[in-house]
């Protein structure tokens, strides 16, 4: 019988977490502990037990640990826990530099003990079906790819002060390379390794903050894709999506509302509708797959290394980008 699982960290996603957590493990109780161990007056939602410590929670033996404080704290919860021979899915992005990555690597690179990451859009339907076709060759060569995704960072979280988030703060692992990570982590997926070309990265007066609000990228897919990717804290009206351009055709993939269209020489043709599925699937399917992986069973499940290359990424566009002007 499994009697415990845990949480770290108290933010939006945690939330997500320990509600899914106690779905998959209803008569288990449901540890949670702040990113820095602080004890907390909030109440929370699906939360057994708060603990005021990383060794109390090791000490609890909890059957998994989903780690979802800010980046630069995953390293140092997921090594204590690995190395207690707990099983730790690690929140996106991996860490928020390579030589904490590293660190998470060569520390399970020594154990057995389950580890994976939680890039969560690779669950969902559309996004699988995404890879389905490009591997199918719907649209033959790729030639190049277009992702814009945008959101207004005051509204992501309306109850809070949004300069106070993770996403805002440079320490804490903000901006929008790190908190867009997952569109750096699926192209990777659909087209292997990418390299990097060029890049701009933006603030804006708008917001004023410490960390870059807008990013312009060109990479380059091994087989000569070129991949143009915008991100970006600004956009009043969200958008989520990607476009293929292939020898045959253009598939358009809108991820929030879960659509494939294909263009090609003979019009246009849906291969995928579901705008009112339940979004938090994916986040089920994700957890689903890392049990199997804790169980030894066939999985998906995103291992270290495969993180390791967008944290790189990452690291790299920001040592070699030009910064655009403030507007």
């Known amino acids: 019988m499994i009697e415990s699982v845990a949480v770290i960290g108290l933010g939006n996603i945690s939330k997500r977490h320990r509600c899914n957590l106690r779905l998959r493990f209803p008569d288990a109780k449901i540890l949670v502990m702040s990113a820095s161990g602080r004890v907390t007056n909030e109440v929370l939602d699906n939360a057994d037990v708060v603990l005021t410590g990383l060794q ?32 730790v899915l690690v929140e996106k992005p991996l860490t928020s530099t390579t030589t904490d990555a590293t660190s998470i690597i060569n520390a399970a690179s020594k154990l057995a003990t389950p580890v994976s990451v939680g890039y969560m859009v690779r669950y969902l339907r559309s996004a699988q079906l995404m890879k389905k076709y490009l591997e199918q060759g ?88 070129i991949c143009n990717i915008h991100l970006d804290f600004l956009q009043k009206h969200s958008q989520r999506k990607c476009s293929f351009i292939g020898s045959t055709g253009r598939i358009d993939w809108d991820l929030l509302n879960n659509t494939i269209n294909l263009f090609n020489s003979e019009g246009l043709e849906i291969l995928f509708s579901e705008p009112d599925s339940d979004r938090n699937q994916m986040y089920l399917d994700m957890l689903d797959d890392f049990i199997c992986l804790i169980n030894n069973e066939p999985n998906h499940c995103i291992n270290l290394h495969q993180a390791y290359k967008t944290v790189a990424l990452i690291e790299e566009i920001k040592e070699k980008a030009v910064w655009g002007i403030k507007q």
């Open 56 to 87: 109390e929670l090791i000490d609890a033996k909890p059957y998994l640990v989903i780690v979802a404080s800010p980046a630069p704290f995953h390293a140092s919860h997921a090594i204590a826990i690995l190395e207690a021979g707990i099983p």
């Open 138 to 225: 719907v649209i033959g060569s790729v030639y190049n790819v277009s992702v814009n995704i945008g959101q207004f960072l005051p509204e992501w979280r309306p109850t809070k002060d949004f300069r106070k988030s993770v996403s805002a703060n440079r320490s804490l692992g903000g901006g929008v390379l790190l908190e867009l990570s997952h569109e750096l982590d699926y192209i990777r997926w659909l087209l292997g390794d990418i390299s990097f070309q060029y890049a701009i990265l933006r603030s804006s007066s708008e917001l004023e903050l410490d960390v870059e609000e807008l990013a312009d990228l060109v990479l380059m897919s091994e087989s000569g894709a």
